[in-house]
């Protein structure tokens, strides 16, 4: 489908990006070598390109087995905006559309097809059959680490996948995965049999979020602080159950947000309305079980809450990795407390496999570390991937708070006293009860005679965890990795014990979140920008698409910021590659003209951080093509016929090449007809070429207007 041999001129053509991302590059050049490899890349990371571009440069058909629905359904409708020919075929569609797309499939019509696994190698392997007869190029296997029965999202129907490699031998097989530890790595290579692949691994650092865990106590009052710092923002809240995925939305809608609840216990036509809803923006907030957000390519999410802990560090990474797609500044907090840990214990455990229910239940007390941090979180994220990173990195509430210190030494030889007379045979829970004399039944009568019992009852629950949590990172105390941990002394508790040695404990401060005033990224133009989500909004509704796959909230920040005015401009911008610049170029830069004008801004694109080079303009590979048929004779209709694009992007790729002197505008158009428009465009006072255009004859061109207007810029005329 591309007729250019170099990756980089199709991400700009179909994608409207300069530059690639992470391993994207070589990830894609390994791929067009059609060998195997394996990709590791955070979501949000540009894994999908990783296929897309080899899919438009090879001559077939490529398939991508995806377990997610609403992200086929995603993923096809934003390739077919961006001029690519692409459909899936899964349980959602009737018998007729899935005919209508094997016809396609038949004719040659498609360059990627998505679909279900079980599609694949259901119904005797019938359907892989009829795919072996089609030229089949590349077989991308999206979430690689649902095979492997070590992931945290491990499903059976994956394993079957391992046949791929026999049923379509020699064609290269790209498998991806945004969250795999070690052991999840290597069962993907072992099962899908990949031949000698590439591995790459990116960097699992989302620069972009900033990590907060705050005391999961009054959860709901401090949830409600944190949303006053992202008014207006879509954002999804994460629950256990669905009882409080409905509970938090009633709570959320009474305090006057717009919230809706979603989780399996609801019919799938409530479930896929809310879904919709929320993707559309017509609902900032989900309140949801994990049932939700798998394959949502939602780009503009700018927080993720969890009300209750995860299973695992993988499904917290993947959850708080669907914030901040678009590289924009967000939020994730975590509401933490041990309970959550004990109550999910009997969750984790997988029946008749004690092998695997070991291996989930060390995840369950890694995340449970991750609550317990005194360092920075996004390290310890960072090392559960095996990636190195600084101790502090800046955006994490432990680095953020300033880590202020006071002579806790007596607060420490309590503790440390209690955890000796227990013997060193109980859990923090049970310490701190005796500390503070609880009452309960539960704690031994031969307990509530010891000389510490009671001894710490001026202390909140709450501060005595914190205290607990410094002692443990200082190494004044240690605890077993057990199912119920316990606490122990270490050879630096007897220092402590004798008055030796003064320990210094941090201060209990405000959580760090509240503190933190809503950043603003950019110096845009904040009306502007709101201006510009109307009108994206009003052309999603007309194409009813989600409107970030019309553009990002990236790009149309990028249009705030900027203000390009004119067309060559706008192609600096990214997002707006050859078929958007053609669909949505002119009523955006319309917009952003009228803005200006009203106001009298004028146009940043000379402080935009990257150099603009005009030759890059112009030397693009599909415009020279036209200026080639151009030359050899062919009028604009001939080209975009030869060529499948339509006459206004030819005219456009013309009045390009004379604004860069590569062309005549006397070969383009007689003199007559220059004379006829240049007078309208001198002295047109309304930004766009839409007022020029209503002044002059129906029959003269959008194309022609443009050409002139390059040709007069060129004179310096304007």
């Known amino acids: 489908m591309s007729s250019t041999s170099d990756p980089k001129d199709v991400l700009k053509q179909y994608f409207g990006y300069t530059k690639f991302r992470h391993y994207q590059e070589q990830i894609i050049d390994h791929v067009l070598d059609k060998k195997d490899c394996m990709v590791l890349m955070p979501t949000g990371g540009g894994k999908s390109l990783c296929y897309q571009i080899p899919a438009l440069m090879f001559e077939g058909l490529t398939l991508v087995i995806s377990p997610l629905i609403a992200l086929m359904k995603d993923q096809v409708d934003a390739l077919k905006l961006n001029g690519i020919p692409a459909a899936y075929l899964n349980s959602a569609l009737s018998g007729q559309q899935q005919t209508a797309i094997i016809d396609q499939l038949k004719n040659k019509e498609l ?115 944190f949303l006053q710092k992202h008014e207006g923002e879509s954002g999804i809240i994460y629950t256990l159950s669905r009882a409080s995925a409905e509970g938090v939305a009633a709570s959320l809608k009474a305090d006057g947000y717009d919230a809706l609840p979603y989780h399996a216990g609801l019919s799938r036509e409530v479930r896929e309305k809310h879904q919709d809803m929320f993707i559309k923006d017509e609902v900032k907030i989900i309140t949801a079980t994990i049932a939700f957000g798998m394959g949502i390519d939602k780009s503009n999410v700018r ?81 559960y991937f095996d990636e190195e990173a600084e101790s502090d990195c800046g955006s994490c509430d432990i680095c953020l708070n300033d880590k202020e210190q006071f002579d806790g030494t007596i607060i420490a030889q309590k503790a440390l006293s209690a955890v000796a007379r227990l013997e060193q045979n109980f859990g923090a829970g049970y310490v701190i009860d005796v500390l503070r004399g609880s009452k309960s039944e539960k704690i031994r009568s031969k307990h509530k005679q010891l000389k510490t019992y009671g001894v710490g009852a001026d202390i909140s629950k709450d501060a005595w965890n914190h205290y607990i949590r410094d002692l443990l990172y200082l190494g004044f105390l240690s605890k077993t990795n057990t199912q119920f941990p316990v606490l122990k002394l270490t050879e630096k508790s007897l220092s402590v014990l004798r008055g030796e040695e003064k320990v210094m404990l941090f201060k209990i401060q405000e959580t760090v979140y509240q503190t933190i005033e809503k950043q603003q990224e950019l110096p845009m133009e904040a009306s502007l920008f709101d201006r510009l989500k109307l009108l994206r909004k009003k052309l999603a509704v007309s194409e009813n698409v989600p409107p970030y796959i019309i553009f990002s909230d990236a790009t149309l920040k990028e249009l705030a910021t900027y203000m390009p005015c004119n067309m060559e401009d706008l192609q600096e911008i990214s997002g707006f590659g050859a078929v958007k610049l053609e669909k949505y170029g002119e009523v955006f830069l319309e917009e952003v003209v009228e803005y200006c004008s009203l106001r009298g801004l004028k146009s940043q694109m000379d402080k935009k951080q990257k150099k603009r080079k005009r030759k890059s303009n112009l030397k693009t590979p599909t415009k020279m093509e036209s200026l080639r048929f151009f030359r050899e004779g062919k009028s604009t209709e001939e080209i975009a016929k030869v060529r499948e694009l339509s006459v206004s992007t030819i005219e456009s790729h013309l009045s390009d090449c004379v604004q860069e002197g590569l062309l005549d505008i006397l070969e383009v158009m007689p003199q007559s007809l220059i004379d006829e428009i240049a007078p309208v465009i001198i002295e047109n006072t309304i930004p766009g070429l839409k007022p020029v255009k209503e002044k002059l004859r129906n029959d003269i061109t959008y194309g022609q207007i443009r050409a002139v207007y390059n040709f007069l810029q060129r004179k310096g005329t304007l």
């Open 303 to 383: 927080f993720v809450v969890h009300m209750d802990l995860p299973k695992n560090i993988e499904g917290y990474y993947q959850e708080t990795g669907r914030a901040g797609r678009d590289g924009l500044k967000s939020d994730v907090l975590l509401f933490y407390s041990y309970a959550d840990v004990m109550k999910l214990q009997r969750f984790v455990e997988v029946e008749n496999n004690e092998q695997q229910s070991q291996v989930m239940l060390k995840k369950l007390q890694e995340m449970a570390e991750y609550g317990n941090l005194r360092t920075c979180r996004r390290k310890y994220l960072l090392n």
């Open 111 to 225: 360059k990627l097809l998505y679909l279900a696994p079980e599609r694949l190698i259901g119904n005797q392997g019938e359907f892989s059959r009829f795919l072996q007869t089609l030229e089949i190029s590349l077989i991308a296997i999206d979430e690689a680490h649902c095979i492997s029965q070590w992931g945290h999202d491990f499903r059976p129907e994956y394993i079957q996948l391992s046949t791929l490699k026999t049923s379509f031998p020699g064609t290269p097989v790209i498998a991806l995965t945004a969250t795999a530890d070690r052991l999840t790595k290597e069962d993907i290579l072992k099962q899908l049999k990949l031949d000698n692949p590439g591995i790459f691994v990116s960097s699992f650092n989302r620069e972009n979020i900033r990590y907060f865990v705050a005391p999961k106590r009054e959860s709901y009052s401090q949830l409600l602080d």
